[in-house]
Each structure stands twice: as C-alpha cells, then as structure tokens.
C-alpha cells in the first residue's frame, strides 16, 4: 500500500468518527459572523487558496462581503454565464464537475466505480415521487469550494413538491464519493420536483461537512432544520411556482452536489463534452430533449 491510499484511507476513515453535524453548525454560525477586518482577511485566504477568480463576481473587492455566507454565496456580473438559447437544449444548472451521469438502470443511480444506490432512497422513499424516473436519466455535478454556488434552471418547469430528508454530513468530493457507499443517499438533502412540458425532473440539492446551509428561493432556508424526520411540502393551485430556464432555484452556503433526473425518454443525449471529471459552467448546453412539447 502506498503513501497516498494511507493518507486517503485515513481521511475516510476520520470522516466517520467526526461530529460532523455540530462541526458543520459551528462553521455555519462562524460563517454567518460580521466580523470586519478578520471576515476580509478569512475571504482573502479562501480566495488564495482555491484560487476563485473574482474578475466573474458583481462585487470583486473581498472587503465588500461583510460575511462569509455573502461572499461564499455571490452573485455573478450580468452575462457572464450566457443561457444556451436552442428551446431543445437544457442548461446547465450549476458551475462545477460532472461527477457521474447517464441512465437510471433498475431504479439505481451510478455514485462512482462499483458503487451505486436507490433513487428511491435519494428521493425520501417516496413511491409517488420516484416511479416518474424509472428508467429515465440523471447526471451527478460536484460544486468544489471555488465554484459559483447558486443553482439554475435548466429548463422551464412547475414546482410540484419539495422534501428534506435529514441523514449525514459526509464530504461529497470525489475521494468520498469513491470509497463511501450510498453517499448521496445518505447525507442530508433537498429534493425539488418539478413538471415540464417535456417531462418529469427532480433536482436534489445535497449536503455535505461544513455546508451552512440549502436554500430554495421559495422557501428560504431549509437546512439545517430540527426536524428529525422526512418533510413533504406539495405545491398545486394558487402555491403552484413556475420558474424559467435559467432562473435561480437556490444555493448552498459552502460547496455540495447537485443530482439531476429526467424522466424515461425525456432526453435524446447529455452534451457530447459531458463526462466524468469534465467542467461544468451554468448556462452551458446540458442535454438535447427528445422532441417537441
């Protein structure tokens, strides 16, 4: 064994024994702090140190940011992420890495080489809300701590339900997502439903350590919460929220992973470039729907 799966065994290995949920509370607090001159001084070393190009921020100066959330959670300068205009191409709908994409075979969704999990499970065990997807399509997009943290539309659609389902707080980065079973199916989340013209989608926004918090821009914040158990809202009548291709639908405050599912035959293929380990920008060509509404 070398040194590097040691070090890497070791960090799997420590993430079961952290109190990852107080831990992730502290920071979210520390994150949500004003605290002036250290609060620049935080944002300038986070800058630095994963190397977040500010030249794409509203507010490029880190002293603007009178918290970390409000640096951590920025907006972009107005055109900088154009949408893709073809009414048959989704967008993107987050900046960040695909991790994995491709069918739903057997109700299960690929985590990464040799693991997989139960798109039932991932959407609260919901029976009503998983078996739209079966046998359609997902795509896995990891957000890194440099990337843009605010998640888009990739197409126009209706909201139907919202669930937080509480769990764990493991880290989703690849080493993770590797060596973790069941990551997205376990670690705290937000399940967004939604109906299109062409089809169902769900967009399930998951946690991790340290996340500050999920927010929907209908509801605010969802996580962290004290609820202990699944949540269900339903959205019909005059509650029913259409949003628009590339519209915001919410963000993390520090970085997580988006899951995305279509339902069966909704898509004629991702993008061509889309692969695991390839950059995503929000905004960008996603997928060709299959045909017209």
């Known amino acids: ?29 520390l994150a949500a702090a004003q605290a002036g001159n250290l609060t620049t001084k935080v944002i300038e070393a986070f800058i630095k140190q994963y190397q977040v190009d500010m030249s794409e921020a509203l507010h490029e100066d880190p002293a603007f940011y009178k918290s970390f959330n409000a640096f951590f959670t920025r907006e972009l300068k107005p055109g900088i992420r154009p949408l893709v205009d073809d009414p048959m191409t ?35 065990g919901y029976e009503d809300l998983v078996a739209p997807f079966k046998d359609g399509d997902f795509a896995t997009i990891y957000l890194a701590p440099k990337d843009y943290h605010r998640i888009h539309m990739p197409l126009d659609g209706v909201l139907e339900s919202m669930v937080f389902v509480p769990g764990d707080l493991f880290s989703v980065n690849p080493l993770t997502a590797e060596n973790v079973p069941n990551l997205f199916a376990r670690n705290e989340r937000v399940v967004a439903t939604f109906r299109t013209a062409h089809g169902p989608m769900a967009l399930v926004l998951v946690g ?53 599912l ?18 995503t920008r929000m905004g960008q060509p996603f997928a060709k729907l299959a045909n017209d509404a």
Not at 1 to 29: E, F, V, W
Not at 101 to 121: F, M, N, T, V, W
Request: overall charge neutral; hydrophobic content about 45%.
């Open 208 to 260: 991790a350590t340290i996340v500050a918090s999920i927010e929907t821009i209908w509801a605010g914040n969802i996580a962290p919460t004290k609820h202990k158990e699944v949540v269900r809202w339903d959205y019909a009548g005059d509650e029913a929220i259409t949003l628009q291709k590339g519209a915001e639908m919410g963000l993390f405050k520090l970085g997580s992973t988006v899951v995305c």
């Open 90 to 124: 989704l967008a993107l709908p987050v900046d960040g890495t695909v991790s994995q994409l491709g069918p739903i075979q057997q109700g299960r969704i690929i985590q990464a080489k040799g693991h997989d999990y139960s798109a039932r499970e991932l959407l609260g």
């Open 1 to 29: 064994m070398n040194i590097m799966s040691i070090t890497d065994n070791l960090k799997i290995a420590g993430q079961y024994c952290l109190p990852k949920h107080a831990l992730s509370r502290l920071l979210g607090k």
């Open 262 to 279: 279509f339902g069966p035959g909704m898509l004629a293929s991702f993008d061509a470039p889309l692969a695991p380990g390839v950059t």
